[in-house]
């Protein structure tokens, strides 16, 4: 029985596990969590995330080694970023599309406010591209904000580079973090099993079943619209002559995990290593690709806010006019960019997106009990997303390689 097998059997397991003590023991429920199910699923996403930064950042500059120069660099950037930008408006538009037809929120009652979730406000745009610049690249890898990681590699890449022969040394030791991080990961992977089945066990013991029963239309709608997208990026690799039934077969580990943790981050390793060894992504392609999807590409994460805009519409009953349609639309698509890849981020993003829509805040908590349900979902959509992404970037590469190819006969003859 292969990894991600054990994983699927340990999230059913929590399940059943989980509404057995909800319903038959819930005196035993805080007792259990707090010293057995909460600190092993913690002890497990730590365990991850120990490898994500070496594996994030060794990859990173190891693949641009590979790249062509800098040119390349920013051409691989302009392509995946337009991908990125279609594709996300294309899950945006599933989220809003679904919630529309179904109307989630249409005569929903007797819900519990919650009064966990923290409300932050979003920085500014500006802000937010200023902080992409990190000031000290190792504080970066020390506090693993994703994006500043990615831009420091990137500098970095370019200077061995620019060094050549003089980088060798350094290069060698890139290498050297890459797959020490890489076979210390498949160790940490053994536990994952056991992981997955305390957040999944907590998750359900502390939130009940209940909740979802209360809100059953929504956690329909959000399974119709991920599986809409889903079925959407199966498309495209058809479309792109790739054979769906083997991606989806190379990533079942990752799926696995990130259905269990869901964390787009915690499962980076795993995506990046099971798409480069099982589907046979090409390195270069991969080790830019799925870092830099990881921090930006979110299609779980644009369904997710333009459904939950349109919920909250329809519980207050407000008018929904064009003018609110494109407040909701835009926001949801530019804050898809910026949710970090963590359990839960999505609530505390969803502010922007309501803000900016002259929705009312306190909604938010409306949905804050069952997000940690319907978050492994969300994930499974990020991870595939960004995967097919990856794959749209190596196809537009080859196909851009064959016209070169093409034409040099032709310019050949001329000359």
């Not at 519990?112 to 610049?133: F, K």
């Not at 644009?302 to 909250?312: K, R, T, Y």
């Not at 908590?365 to 940690?372: E, K, P, Q």
Request: aromatic share 8%; glycine share 8%.
């Amino acid at each position: 029985m292969n990894l991600s097998t054990f994983i699927l059997l340990s999230l059913g397991v929590g399940v059943v596990f989980g509404t057995l003590l909800n319903t038959t023991f819930p005196d035993n429920i805080e007792l259990i969590n707090q010293t057995f199910l909460a600190p092993v699923g913690e002890s497990f996403l730590r365990l991850i995330q120990f490898v994500v930064v070496p594996i994030v950042f060794s990859s990173l500059i190891m693949g641009l080694t590979r790249i062509q120069g800098a040119g390349q660099v920013g051409r691989y950037t302009i392509k995946l970023m337009t991908s990125y930008v279609v594709t996300s408006t294309i899950a945006l538009g599933v989220g809003m599309g679904t919630a529309y037809f179904l109307q989630p929120g249409s005569g929903v009652t007797g819900l519990i406010v919650s009064e966990t979730i923290n409300i932050t406000e979003a920085p500014s745009l500006i802000s937010w591209l200023v902080s992409l610049i990190p000031v000290n690249p190792l504080e970066a890898l020390s506090n693993g904000n994703l994006l500043q990681i990615i831009f420091s590699a990137v500098l970095l890449g370019i200077g061995v580079q620019l060094a050549a022969d003089k980088a060798k040394p350094f290069v060698e030791f890139i290498e050297s973090i890459y797959h020490i991080s890489e076979k210390t990961l498949s160790v940490i992977l053994y536990v994952a099993p056991l992981g997955v089945f305390a957040l999944m066990s907590s998750t359900i013991a502390t939130q009940g079943l209940d909740l979802v029963a209360k809100l059953f239309l929504y956690v329909v709608g959000l399974v119709i619209s991920s599986s809409i997208m889903l079925c959407l990026d199966m498309l495209i690799l058809f479309a792109l002559k790739a054979d769906p039934i083997k991606f989806l077969r190379s990533l079942s580990e990752a799926i696995a995990l990130a259905f269990g943790t869901a964390s787009s981050n915690a499962a980076l390793p795993v995506v990046l290593q099971n798409i480069q060894e099982n589907y046979g992504l090409r390195e270069e392609i991969a080790s830019f690709a799925i870092p830099l999807g990881t921090a930006l590409k979110r299609d779980g994460a644009a369904i997710l806010q333009g459904f939950n805009a349109l919920f909250v519409v329809q519980i207050y009953q407000v008018p929904l006019t064009p003018s609110l349609l494109m407040a909701i639309a835009l926001s949801s698509l530019l804050v898809s960019f910026s949710t970090p890849g963590v359990p839960g981020a999505a609530l505390i993003t969803m502010a922007t997106v309501l803000s900016a829509s002259g929705l009312p805040l306190e909604a938010i908590a409306l949905v804050a009990g069952i997000d940690r349900l319907t978050d492994g979902l969300k994930t499974v959509v990020n991870i595939i997303g960004n995967s097919v992404n990856a794959i749209i970037l190596s196809h537009w590469e080859s196909e851009e390689v064959l016209e070169i190819e093409e034409i040099k006969p032709i310019s050949a003859l001329k000359s």
